[in-house]
Every structure is written in C-alpha cells, then in structure tokens.
C-alpha cells in the first residue's frame, strides 16, 4: 500500500484548498511526505499520527493557531506473524460452550 489516497487528499488540503498544512509530531521541521514513507516501509508500525496547522496565510498569524492530529491506523500484520500457523477454525459447540475458569485467567 503506497498510500495513494492519502496523500492525494493530504495535497488537496494543502494545495487546492489551502485549509491546513500537515507535519511530522515527532519532529515538525520534517516534511509529512518523509512519515508516509517511513510508515509505508515499517509494517511494525501500528499506527501514524499526523499534525494538523489549520488556516493558511492570514489564519496562521492568531495568537494561538489552531492544530489538530490525524491518526492513521490501518489493518495490517506484523512481519514476524507471517510466519505463524494459522489457528483451527471454531467449532460452534465452543462458541456455545460456558467459559470455564481456566479460560477467564487469559
């Protein structure tokens, strides 16, 4: 996943809208472009959190500016689980089955 329709619509924010502009939390003078990358290469990572600068130009200049964080969470396996077995299918008598006291503890 390159993140395609991310960052097509983190360009429409910023470039055809002009309503916000997006950095890396971590370090703000980075270009959000280089998080993308590094999140796109890193399936360790779970997740990605953007800050959001809201208003352009004249809206920048309020004494507090507005600011937000955008976070990316997206449905994907760490490397290290690809090599793991895949469990049996549930029996239905288990998902019927009484929990026993055994089965709370974990």
Same mark, same amino acid.
């Given at each position: 996943d390159?993140l395609?329709?991310?960052?097509?619509?983190l +360009?429409?924010?910023t470039?055809?809208?002009k309503?916000?502009?997006f950095?890396?939390?971590?370090d703000p003078?980075?270009?959000?472009?280089e998080l993308l990358?590094?999140?796109r290469?890193?399936?360790?990572?779970?997740?990605?959190?953007?800050?959001?600068?809201y208003?352009?130009?004249e809206?920048?200049k309020?004494?507090?500016?507005?600011?937000?964080?955008?976070?990316i969470?997206?449905?994907r396996?760490p490397?290290?689980?690809g090599?793991?077995?895949v469990a &049996?299918l549930?029996r239905e008598a +288990?998902?019927?089955?009484? &929990?026993?006291?055994?089965?709370?503890?974990?």
């Amino acid at each position: 996943d390159d993140l395609a329709v991310l960052r097509t619509a983190l +360009e429409d924010v910023t470039q055809r809208h002009k309503l916000a502009s997006f950095f890396d939390p971590r370090d703000p003078r980075k270009d959000v472009h280089e998080l993308l990358d590094e999140y796109r290469a890193d399936k360790n990572m779970p997740y990605m959190k953007i800050g959001i600068l809201y208003g352009w130009n004249e809206q920048n200049k309020l004494a507090e500016p507005l600011q937000g964080t955008l976070w990316i969470i997206k449905n994907r396996m760490p490397e290290e689980f690809g090599r793991q077995p895949v469990a &049996p299918l549930l029996r239905e008598a +288990e998902l019927r089955s009484t &929990p026993t006291s055994s089965d709370d503890d974990s």
